[in-house]
């Protein structure tokens, strides 16, 4: 049985499920300026953006290193975090606007495996800056694989949540040679498609000019109906949208043939009550598709299942882990 959650695990719990992704919001936020490249909207923007990150970075363990790694497309910042075990080193994708503090409550339990390397995604509100256009999924799978190049270790277990398990199952997709294991956590597009009535819904939260209100009722309405006021990580994903401009292509749904061609072991964890897409139709997909997967439906969970369930996600990533180093 899932221990109580803690003070910052029930804080978390309620605006992880913002981390999404869906292609209506990229089209609206890429119709915003002529600009190639993500960026700010103004110095005051990302000001507050930022002191927002500094608030909810308070949450995690201090990192023992800090990154700023050169790929062809920009700067990608990249946290290492000191693990107790001795497993080949974990690394998290984000979701949609979240950057690394949505980790916050997963860290203590992931850090038993071994290190944790944490990315802020390149286009998205964070500490990584864009420099060049990114304009197709082969662009999301180099700069990606071009950050785990330059990291001191060969290989790692690759973990993404939301559009963090696109991103990852992208890049396996496109250049696998460093990824030894990789778990999607209710990863967007990629078993089952987006519904209507969320892409719908999403198309006021795009829109910066529209009361904050407008964003907390649709981050509230991805995470199950929680509270999103007043926490950091809520306050810090609501900064990110309203004053960050993406300039990202639509991520292509990723197709039962492309997953059935993953020869890495995969971890699939979908939430049952997630509004990224029909949980039914995910499971089936990956378990009929993954040729080494194991997948675990989460009946209860969210969109917010990274924070909802910290310490059963943390078991099941460190058995698969353990299972297949």
Do not use: C
């Not at 916050?104 to 802020?120: F, W």
């Amino acid at each position: 049985m899932e221990a109580s959650p803690t003070k910052v695990q029930r804080r978390y719990l309620r605006v992880v499920g913002v981390t999404l992704t869906i292609g209506v919001v990229a089209v609206a936020f890429a119709l915003r300026s002529p600009s190639p490249v993500g960026h700010w909207n103004s110095a005051a923007s990302e000001d507050r953006f930022l002191a927002a990150y500094d608030r909810a970075f308070e949450d995690l363990p201090d990192p023992a290193e800090t990154l700023d790694i050169r790929t062809d497309y920009g700067i990608v910042r990249v946290y290492r975090f000191e693990g107790t075990g001795t497993s080949t080193p974990l690394f998290l994708l984000p979701g949609r606007s979240s950057a690394t503090p949505v980790w916050a409550a997963n860290l203590p339990g992931l850090l038993t495996i071994g290190d944790v390397y944490t990315v802020d995604l390149l286009g998205e509100p964070g500490r990584s800056i864009q420099e060049r256009p990114i304009s197709s999924d082969e662009d999301q799978a180099t700069w990606l694989d071009q950050t785990l190049d330059a990291l001191p270790t060969g290989r790692v277990h690759l973990v993404g949540l939301s559009i963090g398990g696109w991103t990852a199952a992208n890049l396996a997709l496109h250049q696998s040679a460093h990824i030894a294991t990789l778990t999607l956590i209710d990863p967007a597009r990629v078993f089952a498609d987006i519904p209507w009535g969320t892409a719908i819904r999403a198309l006021p939260a795009a829109v910066p000019w529209l009361p904050k209100s407008w964003r907390d009722g649709f981050n509230s309405y991805t995470a199950g109906g929680a509270e999103v006021q007043d926490v950091p990580i809520a306050d810090m994903i609501e900064a990110g949208m309203q004053g960050y401009s993406l300039k990202l292509p639509q991520p292509t749904r990723i197709t039962e043939e492309q997953l059935g061609t993953l020869g890495m072991p995969v971890l699939a964890v979908i939430a049952g009550r997630s509004v990224m897409h029909d949980a039914t139709d995910a499971v089936a997909t990956a378990v009929e598709a993954l040729r080494n997967g194991t997948v675990r439906l989460y009946p209860d969970a969210s969109h917010a299942i990274n924070g909802e369930y910290p310490d059963r996600l943390r078991d099941d990533i460190a058995d698969f882990v353990a299972r297949n180093s």
